[in-house]
């Protein structure tokens, strides 16, 4: 029973989902996310992501995307749900869906996003620090190694460590803003096409690129779908070089573990040394050392 309401009169629950209840979030993305992936014994609506109460569906033709968008409104209706028109936009080339463009070309970063991350003053405490990497974390898919370049700023933010901004943060700061500035347009996954996963690591944190193989006009070169990074743990930067580009392809692996598992896939790592974990004669696991093995 999620709300009663006693009165003198009688026990009252309300019928619909009131505000201000603290689940109700969770419990409305339950309920669309039932209606699109399996209404009444139905699949799921193709093409079709929700995230609270905003859904985009497309289709590769207009015909495709005509089909998809029947369904769900067709679903919609029989659950007894209604849509607003004004908020609504059908058969757009590009959409603007949580802070990012998307078109047919892939997804970017929506320019408003990106201004409000530039035009930020620079942070006075921890709590307006938070804010800005806050922001920074959200466009980490489009920026290449973010981690690093935020070390600096991410150690400012440790229970024992007081707030003084230093030249180094403010250099770190301006990094992080030039690096959204610059922010990736990531394409569309596509089971078709060769995967390759390149990794890296530094001093103070690894990063990773999954992006497809394509041929274009004759040229074959490299599309990212995802950027992602972290900071290294304390332990973890006192590894040595090799150990810290095996965490980094071992992270990096599980990391995009949904797009990997059961494909054959292409691994770039600058590291040399690492070939030795692969091959027909080698036993990775045994090879592996055993932190890279958790």
């Known amino acids: 029973?999620?709300?009663?309401?006693?009165?003198?009169?009688?026990?009252?629950?309300?019928?619909?989902?009131?505000?201000?209840?603290?689940?109700?979030?969770?419990?409305?993305?339950?309920?669309?996310?039932?209606?699109?992936?399996?209404?009444?014994?139905?699949?799921?609506?193709?093409?079709t992501a929700c995230v609270v109460?905003?859904?985009?569906?497309?289709?590769?033709?207009?015909?495709?995307?005509?089909?998809?968008?029947?369904?769900?409104?067709?679903?919609?209706?029989?659950?007894?749900?209604?849509?607003?028109?004004?908020?609504?936009?059908?058969?757009?080339?590009e959409v603007k869906f949580l802070g990012k463009i998307i078109d047919k070309n892939g997804q970017r970063m929506d320019p408003e996003s990106i201004e409000a991350i530039v035009n930020m003053p620079a942070p006075t405490d921890k709590?307006?620090?938070?804010?800005?990497?806050?922001?920074?974390?959200?466009?980490?898919?489009?920026?290449?190694?973010?981690?690093?370049?935020?070390?600096?700023?991410?150690?400012?933010l440790k229970k024992d460590i007081k707030f003084v901004w230093k030249e180094s943060h403010s250099k770190a700061f301006n990094m992080c803003k030039d690096l959204a500035s610059k922010s990736v347009t990531l394409?569309?996954?596509?089971?078709?096409?060769?995967?390759?996963?390149?990794?890296?690591?530094?001093?103070?944190?690894?990063?990773?690129?999954?992006a497809h193989r394509v041929t274009e006009n004759g040229k074959t070169f490299l599309k990212p779908l995802s950027y992602a990074s972290r900071s290294l743990q304390p332990s973890e930067r006192n590894y040595a070089q090799i150990d810290?580009?095996?965490?980094?392809?071992?992270?990096?692996?599980?990391?995009?573990?949904?797009?990997?598992?059961?494909?054959?896939?292409?691994l770039h790592t600058d590291c040399s040394a690492l070939t030795r974990f692969f091959g027909s004669k080698n036993d990775l696991g045994g090879l592996a050392s055993g932190h890279l093995n958790r």
């Open 53 to 93: 109460d905003d859904i985009c569906t497309t289709g590769l033709t207009p015909q495709d995307h005509f089909d998809n968008l029947i369904e769900l409104l067709s679903r919609m209706q029989d659950a007894g749900l209604k849509l607003n028109k004004e908020k609504c936009k059908f058969y757009q080339k």
């Open 127 to 156: 709590q307006t620090l938070r804010s800005f990497l806050g922001h920074m974390s959200y466009s980490g898919k489009h920026v290449p190694d973010l981690r690093t370049a935020r070390a600096p700023l991410d150690a400012l």
């Open 187 to 210: 394409a569309h996954f596509n089971e078709n096409l060769p995967l390759v996963l390149t990794t890296d690591a530094s001093p103070v944190g690894i990063g990773a690129c999954l």
């Open 244 to 266: 810290r580009e095996g965490l980094a392809v071992f992270w990096a692996i599980k990391h995009y573990n949904q797009f990997l598992l059961g494909k054959s896939f292409e």
């Open 1 to 47: 029973m999620l709300n009663l309401l006693n009165s003198v009169i009688a026990l009252r629950q309300p019928t619909r989902l009131p505000f201000g209840v603290k689940t109700a979030p969770k419990i409305f993305q339950a309920g669309i996310d039932s209606l699109i992936q399996g209404f009444e014994g139905k699949g799921p609506v193709p093409n």
